[in-house]
């Protein structure tokens, strides 16, 4: 039985767990890379690949039994790296495209969207995968999917899907040839402030610089 049903009767902890684990480090390494600002053109299809394979890790640490870690306490991994400098790397990466909107929990009914930044989710997302991989490279293996395992479920899983998704869209308005009308002031440090027509035109070339131009990317004809 595959280790991506919900209910796994013979699992390989072991094995599922270096899966895991590598597929962890690979993001953290190549999203850090990205962040460093050397192929500015080609930051937002890195990322979007890198985002796609994270979240099948996320999918298979979603589909899998709970996990239950050794003792009842968690054991103290030290100070959080800090990912400010990430994060604003990321914001001046993607500026204007870094704010986009969003539903916080589709399940909700008639919920209101609220305005993110893909600058930030990256930097959520990096800091719950590296105090997961702090346990795990000090051997403690069930602590260590534990803790991706519920972080994916209650944070990082839905920063990860959402930002995905703003970077989809982001492609998609290239390929289809349908660039952004408005933004109509979004932003998550304020509220809506008005259309601004000359940010929206700024973003349409952003994305045609970032996706289009490196990929050789045209837009679909029929």
Do not use: C
């Not at 480090?25 to 890379?33: D, M, P, Y």
């Not at 009914?109 to 000090?138: C, F, K, N």
């Not at 259309?195 to 952003?206: I, K, N, P």
């Amino acid at each position: 039985m595959s280790d991506a049903t919900l209910h796994d009767a013979h699992p390989d902890p072991d094995d599922f767990a270096v899966q895991i684990a590598d597929q962890i480090e690979s993001f953290i390494v190549a999203v850090t890379e990205v962040a460093k600002g050397d192929e500015p053109d080609s930051a937002v299809p890195f990322l979007l690949l890198e985002l796609s394979q994270l979240l099948l890790a996320g999918g298979r640490l979603g589909a899998h039994e709970d996990f239950v870690p050794d003792e009842r306490y968690e054991p103290d991994v030290g100070p959080e790296p800090d990912v400010d400098e990430l994060r604003e790397r990321f914001a001046q990466l993607l500026e204007p495209v870094d704010v986009y909107s969003e539903v916080f929990d589709p399940y909700v009914p008639r919920a209101e969207p609220v305005a993110s930044r893909i600058s930030d989710d990256l930097a959520g997302i990096i800091t719950d995968l590296r105090h997961g991989m702090a346990h795990y490279r000090e051997g403690r293996i069930s602590e260590a999917l534990w803790w991706w395992q519920f972080s994916y479920l209650s944070n990082w899983g839905t920063m990860a899907s959402a930002a995905l998704r703003a970077l989809q869209s982001l492609v998609a308005h290239v390929r289809l040839d349908s660039p952004l009308d408005e933004l109509d002031g979004l932003d998550t440090d304020s509220g809506a402030a008005g259309g601004d027509e000359e940010l929206a035109e700024e973003a349409g070339r952003v994305m045609a610089a970032e996706i289009a131009g490196p990929l050789g990317i045209r837009s679909v004809q029929r």
